[in-house]
């Protein structure tokens, strides 16, 4: 892409959309604008150089009033949808408040839809797969057995997208994100939680007996590959899966990170979650594969960048 891009990034002061800014800026065909309303995100996760590539705006994207004076002052080439209510224990916890988010993409949608947006990027979640059905789970083939409202609303999303695109020609791609973990991710999702335990030579602790097993996709893979979609015009109206194929159970995971961390935490076991503790995921990562371009980075290596970015009590 020759001419400079203005790309709108939404939940841009999270985890996952700060490091989507932090590629962007690399480059210097870009002019970056980031909202968030850091309900979740932190300022802190924005870059820390200053210069005329990014600009922040706090906005809540499902007010329409809000994100519309965004979208209708900037001309925006391509938007990166991040912007969601997270969290395992917190989507549960906040169903309505996940509901809220439907608004938020159908804003974004007409607004993108009326500016002539290029193509939006959506960040869909593994949860549409539901409890699984096939191993490894596939774009195409695996059945989408979404029953929380995180996950449904979600599934919701890629069908609005796909709706977008047949009757008004928006184009999309859809990352159906797996697992990511990495510096800046918050303490309240598994690896990030272990890790802050061992570093504090806390109990860590695992809900049920620990034999669910999980796929871990460090951060920089997960860039890598959504960056090359869109540098190389690839997935266009089009799924595909961000992910990491390993499996490690949780038991596991919890001793690697505990020996990682030179720490003295001892394992503690609690009741299994109720609801949303899949026992299984495993994406199908072929496109994802073909979008690096290299291979993934194994898990201990993405462990110790994560342990370093993080305080030592
Ligand atoms: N990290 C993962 O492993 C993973 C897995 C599956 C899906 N996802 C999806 O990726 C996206 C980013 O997740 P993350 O892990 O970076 O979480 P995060 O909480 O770090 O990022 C989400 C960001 O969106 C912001 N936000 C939430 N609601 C908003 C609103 N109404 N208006 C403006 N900003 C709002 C939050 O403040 C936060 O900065 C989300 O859509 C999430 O559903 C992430």
């Keep these: 892409m020759s001419e400079k891009q203005t790309i709108l990034i939404t939940g841009g002061a999270g985890f996952v959309?700060?490091?989507?800014?932090?590629?962007?800026?690399?480059?210097?065909?870009?002019?970056?604008?980031?909202?968030?309303?850091?309900?979740?995100?932190?300022?802190?996760n924005l870059p820390q150089v200053h210069n005329d590539r990014w600009t922040f705006i706090k906005c809540d994207i499902n007010n329409y009033r809000e994100i519309s004076a965004v979208m209708l002052a900037f001309r925006f080439d391509y938007v990166f949808h991040y912007a969601a209510v997270v969290g395992v224990q917190r989507t549960l916890d906040n169903p309505s408040?996940?509901?809220?988010?439907?608004?938020?993409?159908?804003n974004i949608l007409d607004l993108s839809?009326?500016?002539?947006?290029?193509?939006?990027?959506?960040?869909?979640?593994?949860?549409?797969?539901g409890?699984?059905?096939?191993?490894?789970?596939?774009?195409k083939t695996t059945p989408l057995n979404s029953r929380l409202p995180y996950a449904v609303v979600k599934n919701l999303g890629e069908v609005m997208l796909r709706t977008?695109?047949?009757?008004?020609?928006?184009?999309?791609?859809?990352?159906?994100?797996f697992n990511t973990y990495g510096p800046r991710q918050s303490p309240d999702f598994v690896i990030s939680k272990f890790i802050?335990?061992?570093?504090?030579?806390?109990?860590?602790?695992?809900y049920g007996d620990g034999n669910q097993t999980r796929t871990f996709c460090f951060i920089e893979d997960h860039i890598l590959a959504t960056f090359s979609a869109y540098e190389g015009n690839q997935f266009i109206n089009d799924v595909v899966n961000i992910g990491n194929d390993v499996q490690i159970?949780?038991?596991?995971?919890?001793?690697?990170?505990?020996?990682?961390?030179?720490?003295?935490?001892?394992?503690?076991?609690?009741?299994?979650?109720?609801?949303?503790?899949?026992?299984?995921?495993?994406p199908d990562v072929t496109n994802m594969i073909g979008?690096?371009?290299?291979?993934?980075?194994?898990?201990?290596?993405g462990l110790e960048k994560t342990i370093l970015s993080l305080p030592r009590h």
Excluded at 164 to 177: A, D, H, K, V
């Design 17 to 44: 959309g700060s490091w989507l800014v932090d590629k962007f800026i690399s480059k210097n065909d870009v002019n970056v604008i980031i909202v968030d309303d850091l309900s979740t995100g932190s300022t802190n």
């Design 97 to 106: 408040a996940v509901l809220k988010d439907i608004e938020g993409l159908k």
């Design 113 to 129: 839809k009326n500016t002539g947006v290029k193509r939006i990027f959506y960040s869909s979640s593994s949860e549409v797969y």
């Design 131 to 139: 409890e699984p059905v096939e191993m490894p789970q596939n774009e």
């Design 164 to 177: 977008y695109q047949s009757e008004y020609g928006l184009n999309y791609t859809i990352f159906r994100l």
């Design 196 to 206: 802050s335990k061992a570093l504090a030579g806390e109990d860590v602790t695992i």
């Design 249 to 282: 159970n949780v038991v596991e995971l919890a001793q690697t990170i505990i020996k990682q961390t030179n720490s003295n935490s001892k394992i503690k076991y609690l009741p299994a979650l109720p609801d949303g503790d899949m026992q299984r995921r495993q």
């Design 291 to 301: 979008l690096m371009n290299r291979t993934f980075t194994p898990l201990e290596k």
